[in-house]
């Protein structure tokens, strides 16, 4: 009973982990190209998680606030808009643009190369909802 109860802790544990892209690989296309996808594509599901993206977009400036939840991981994580649509952002976990700060956003586009993560952001009504967000791999 307790090999059972162990196995099954596990299991949950390694489910958790690749829904928030922990210790998955990431997957560049067969060219080893990471996808180029845009914002408001990666917030639709279109790159799964652990999958190598390329995005371009702007950062949103620090003191506004226009992706789904708080930041991710830590309170460096920033936000990037798409260059074209500016309704919806998505969150950034790594380094930030140069010309991104408090009182402006990047004045231009920036692409950056990340891997798309997944976790759950809390509800008032106590369900969880899930968030696409991305970490930086690396800089261009």
Known sequence: MRVLILA????VLAACARSQGIG???HDTPEGTPLSRDV???????????VAV????????????VAFG?????RSDWQMRDAVQ???AIWVVGE?????????GSEAP??????????????LTGTAVPRWYLRRAARE
């Open 96 to 104: 930030r643009p140069t010309d991104c700060g408090y009182d402006k």
């Open 40 to 50: 408001h594509e990666i917030l639709a599901g279109a790159a799964g998680v652990g």
């Open 86 to 88: 500016t309704t919806q």
């Open 70 to 74: 708080a930041a991710p991981l830590t």
């Open 24 to 26: 998955s690989p990431a």
């Open 54 to 65: 390329s995005v371009k977009g702007t950062c949103v400036r620090i003191d506004e606030k």
């Open 110 to 123: 920036v692409t950056i190369r990340a891997v798309v993560a997944r976790d759950t952001v809390g509800s």
């Open 8 to 11: 099954f802790g596990a299991a």
